[in-house]
Nanobody, 123 residues
Framework: QVQLVESGGGSVQAGGSLRLSCAAS????????MGWFRQAPGKEREGVAR???????TYADSVRGRFTISKDTAKNTLYLQMNSLKPEDTAMYYC?????????????????WGQGTQVTVSS
């Protein structure tokens, strides 16, 4: 059974940093796509960043240059380093994954989801 567990959310002031983690378990293959999504109240879920099965990264325009996605394959853990945080980054952040090497920033690309971790950025 696939399980994704996020951690690392919290409250910070604008300009601060946070690092989110997502521990994955239950995958039979070592090659799978993982991504971070976020959803603010009243808004649709949006893709933030993803790393595909061969390690290529993609970022949403709104976070490029501020956020960095990475994956520790040995620990089966996905990270999102968030720097220069802005109030508009406030949202529930979700980890998502799917087996295979192809994926994008569309939530429909993913089969498995974590429970989410809240990030709140104050001005």
């Amino acid at each position: 059974q696939v399980q994704l567990v996020e951690s690392g959310g919290g409250s910070v002031q604008a300009g601060g940093s946070l690092r989110l983690s997502c521990a994955a378990s239950g995958y039979t293959s070592s090659r799978y796509c993982m991504g971070w999504f976020r959803q603010a109240p009243g808004k649709e879920r949006e893709g933030v960043a993803r790393i595909n099965g061969i390690g290529w990264e993609t970022y949403a325009d709104s976070v490029r240059g501020r956020f960095t996605i990475s994956k520790d394959t040995a620990k089966n853990t996905l990270y999102l380093q968030m720097n220069s945080l802005k109030p508009e980054d406030t949202a529930m952040y979700y980890c998502a994954a799917r087996e295979g090497i192809r994926c994008g920033l569309d939530s429909h690309d993913y089969d498995d989801w974590g429970q989410g971790t809240q990030v709140t950025v104050s001005s």
